[in-house]
């Protein structure tokens, strides 16, 4: 390089220099990914029991498991981008829609009347 550009200053590259005074964040993200991943250990458990059953409730819950189940797959492109704030706005966003489809099912559930 010195050859064929003598006057030109050497520079270290700005994605690596990010990259590497991001290292310890990104090792965070890594152990918080981990233990998210831990604590969703149970969905197998749940899409067996989801399998047996054919009715409308169950092909949405497993609608949601599998949205879950992508989440955990996301890696993101540190260090600008790290996977653990993508998997918390989508897991928000997941939880946001559940909620919200649960308070339509009781809306249209109907009342107990003693």
């Known amino acids: 390089?010195?050859?064929?550009l003598?006057?030109?200053?050497?520079q270290y590259c700005q994605y690596h220099y990010l990259k590497d005074i991001a290292k310890p964040i990104v090792d965070l993200d890594r152990e918080l990914k981990t233990g998210i991943k831990k604590s969703l250990r149970g969905?197998?458990?749940?899409?067996?029991?989801l399998d047996e059953d054919d009715s409308e409730e169950a092909e949405v819950a497993k609608d949601y498991l599998a949205a879950v189940r992508s989440v955990l797959l996301e890696d993101?492109?540190?260090?600008?981008?790290?996977?653990?704030?993508?998997?918390?706005?989508?897991?928000?966003?997941?939880?946001?829609?559940?909620?919200?489809?649960?308070s339509k099912k009781r809306a249209f559930a109907p009342s107990k009347r003693i």
């Open 76 to 102: 993101g492109n540190p260090p600008l981008d790290l996977p653990v704030l993508r998997i918390y706005e989508t897991s928000e966003a997941i939880q946001a829609s559940l909620e919200s489809c649960l």
């Open 43 to 49: 969905i197998r458990a749940i899409e067996r029991k």
């Open 6 to 10: 003598p006057k030109v200053p050497y």
């Open 1 to 4: 390089m010195e050859s064929l």
